[in-house]
């Protein structure tokens, strides 16, 4: 029996030779970044097809409105397309959500991957009941232990479990004790405090909301929380899950508090500092599914598959 708040439509598991659309919905591209996406794809064993909008440039975004549009329909339209992977974020992917139609994601759903500005589309999913990936995108870094969880979430039909953090890495942070269940939502905080208000505005009741930012000072990441809560949209969320807020003004060492201010007031468990966001080690969390947060411990555990079996011939 599915969990209760767990998205019904789950993607394929991907396998080798698996045809990945690489676009770019959001912020422009140099030739090196797309063919570094290209030669990732094929070292993970997935057959890349670079959609034109991803060589284009228009001001801050990767081609005009209409030709990232025209990308990304076409891309989510092809039936022999098995994912859908972002090139990189940026800024963008809001002036063409509306008209984009995501009908084949209801019935025969391809893995969008991808952080930062395309949580736009993550709540678009989240919206229809589909599961859909924030993770690291082809032509960032990509060390070992990132494929490793990349390969553990998308490529097995069977739950990732323990999210744990890697040599190096910051130890977690237990903001507030306890352990909660729920299904994952969430992403880049910026961009979901600019959709509160609108029809893509991500409810976190009876959810555990992952959140990340890069660049942000403290007070903005204080006035965004501020949003979220006072919009409404944080009522009734069961835990949450803080990824790595980096690139903080220099002198600004005030962002944990912050994170703890707002857990203590939503008052439930809460952890900061897991290894996901604008980081090379950046997991890859797939929004929902079931997942279970021990803030004692200081862990969060994929409870259920984020992709379906293939039918074995």
Known sequence: MRAKGTASRKPLALSP????????????????????????????GLEPVVFPAAASRNR???????????DLQAAFDDRTIDAIWALRGGYGTIRIVDQLDLSRQLDSPAAYIGFSDNT?????????????????????????????AFRRVLFQSSPAGVLRPWPNDPSPVSLVGGRAEGALVGGNLATLASLCGTS???PA??????????SEPAYRIDRMLMQLERSGLVI??????????TNVPRGDDSVTEVLREFAERMGVPAVAD????????????????????????????????AVAARCQT
């Open 205 to 214: 009741a009876g959810k555990l909301l992952f959140l990340e930012d890069v």
């Open 17 to 44: 030779g698996a045809r990945v659309a690489l676009v770019a919905p959001a912020g422009p591209l140099n030739a090196e970044h797309i063919e570094r996406s290209r030669a990732r794809c094929q070292a993970l």
């Open 200 to 202: 893509l505005a991500l």
């Open 274 to 305: 897991l290894p996901f966001g604008h980081v090379p080690h950046n997991w890859t969390l797939p929004l929902g599914v079931r997942a279970l947060l021990d803030a004692d411990a200081g862990t969060l555990s994929l409870e259920e598959s």
């Open 120 to 148: 736009i589309l993550h709540a678009q999913h989240a919206a229809l009941g589909v599961v859909s990936f924030h993770g690291p995108h082809p032509g960032a870094d990509f060390p070992p232990q990132t494929e490793a």
């Open 60 to 70: 801050f975004l990767a081609g005009t409105d209409a030709e990232r549009l025209s």
């Open 236 to 245: 009734g969320v069961v835990g949450l899950v803080f990824g790595r807020f």
